[in-house]
């Protein structure tokens, strides 16, 4: 059974959107977590619950909320239209945002604690060798 060229579009969309929200996760991800495992800040708390939102909601709520936000009448929304972008909604930028969103816990998460394991010490050497 040979795969018809709607097969394909799918695949296609779904390796693109795989590998870009690989590929922001890492960037933007990365000094979250680095962030995250040296602060001592108040935001700490904060900034961590929020990471770990997509983890306690249901994947509905999450795009129920995304929708709002990034619909017409929704604040991003708006803000896109008076931009001249139009909306985000059931579009490739839209499944982006919502696929970084949902996966950041994943990424976070686990860079975080690594950072943490590997403590202070070899930073401090490092300081040492310039």
Same mark, same amino acid.
């Not at 018809?4 to 929200?21: E, P, R």
């Not at 010490?121 to 060798?129: D, G, H, I, S």
């Given at each position: 059974?040979?795969?018809?060229?709607?097969? #394909?579009?799918? #695949?296609?969309?779904?390796?693109?959107?795989?590998?870009?929200?690989?590929?922001i996760l890492l960037v933007i991800g990365t000094p979250i977590a680095l962030w995250l495992s040296r602060t001592d800040s108040w935001l700490k708390g904060p900034v961590g619950a929020v990471v770990a939102l997509p983890l306690v909601l249901p994947p509905t709520v999450i795009g129920f909320y995304l929708l709002l936000l990034l619909g017409p009448n929704g604040a991003v929304g708006q803000l896109t239209q008076s931009l001249g972008l139009?909306?985000?909604?059931?579009?490739?930028?839209?499944?982006?945002i919502g696929s970084v969103l949902y996966s950041m816990p994943f990424v976070v998460q686990p860079l975080q604690n690594a950072f943490s394991a590997i403590g202070t010490?070899?930073?401090?050497?490092?300081?040492?060798?310039r």
């Open positions: 059974m040979p795969l018809g060229s709607a097969d #394909i579009a799918a #695949i296609w969309l779904t390796l693109k959107l795989a590998s870009l929200t690989t590929v139009g909306t985000l909604t059931f579009s490739f930028t839209g499944l982006v010490r070899p930073l401090e050497v490092a300081a040492t060798l």
